[in-house]
């Protein structure tokens, strides 16, 4: 069973709240194994980059051992909302 | 010759002992991976990397940003390790930082991230002050000048 893009921005929507979400399968044939992830949550503010990180990573812990590649950004609304400007 | 042959192999069709000698074997191995041993080669370097391959030929994409983005920064000399080598080092590493990818970066032993937030540090100018902090002059600093020099 792969995993897919529709699942994970489910999964992180959920869990973390996010007010935006992008998923993007970057794997060859979209089969599932790279994804490029931009997530908008409240629940980074005034967090560091690590510790933000750390949360999506640990929402994703059983998917994550069958992701190859696996980039994400993650901002604050108030950041998101700059960044759309 | 035949009879020590014969003697251990008696001695392994137990399942007990058969695998504390399989245990026995690997435990050298097993080392790389132990707590104590990442403890200590993180802390060996100001700069030390874990990804897969070398720097001087990375083996993924991941892994080839960090070694460009530090590269970019004059940052040569850092300890780096091949996780590709070393199947009980690529799974230590992982449970060392609870982090579940590699490249690994650390700076004067403390885990920094991967290559997005080593990405996002050079964009947001942190890793110039970090590399600061580790005592570490960013060779960016020094072509400021130059970049100016460029646009008047």
């Keep these: ?13 959920r869990e973390l709240e996010a007010t935006h979400i992008d998923v993007e ?6 089969c599932g ?18 510790q933000r990180h750390r949360l999506v990573n640990a929402c994703l812990e059983e ?19 700059k960044q759309q400007k | 010759m035949s009879r020590v042959f014969l003697t251990t192999a008696r001695f ?17 191995a097993a080392d790389t991976g132990s707590r104590e041993h990442i403890d200590g080669l993180v802390k060996k ?25 530090l590269r970019m920064h004059g940052v040569d000399n850092y300890s780096s390790y ?6 009980n080092l690529r799974q230590g590493i992982k449970d060392y930082s609870s982090w579940p990818t590699i490249p690994q970066v650390f700076l ?14 050079h964009q947001n100018g942190d890793l110039v002050e970090e590399l600061q902090k580790v005592g570490i002059r960013s060779a960016l600093l020094d072509k400021q000048p130059d970049t100016d020099k460029d646009k008047q």
């Design chain 2, 45 to 69: 370097d100001k700069v030390v990397v874990f990804m897969k391959g070398v720097p001087q030929q990375p083996m993924c994409g991941f892994s080839n940003a960090v070694v460009q983005i």
């Design chain 1, 1 to 13: 069973m792969s995993i897919t893009a529709e699942y994970i921005k489910e999964k992180l929507q």
């Design chain 1, 25 to 30: 399968d970057t794997s060859p044939n979209h």
């Design chain 1, 33 to 50: 194994s790279a994804f490029n992830v931009t997530i908008v949550s409240a629940k980074f503010e005034g967090k560091p980059l690590l």
């Design chain 2, 12 to 28: 392994l069709r137990t399942q007990g002992a058969r695998s504390a000698f399989l245990r026995a074997l690997s435990s050298e």
């Design chain 2, 82 to 87: 091949n996780v590709l080598e070393d199947e």
């Design chain 2, 108 to 121: 004067s032993g403390e885990f920094v991230g991967g290559c997005d937030i080593l990405l996002q540090m």
């Design chain 1, 63 to 81: 998917e994550l051992k069958d992701i190859h590649a696996f980039s994400q950004k993650t901002l604050t609304p108030e950041q998101w909302q």
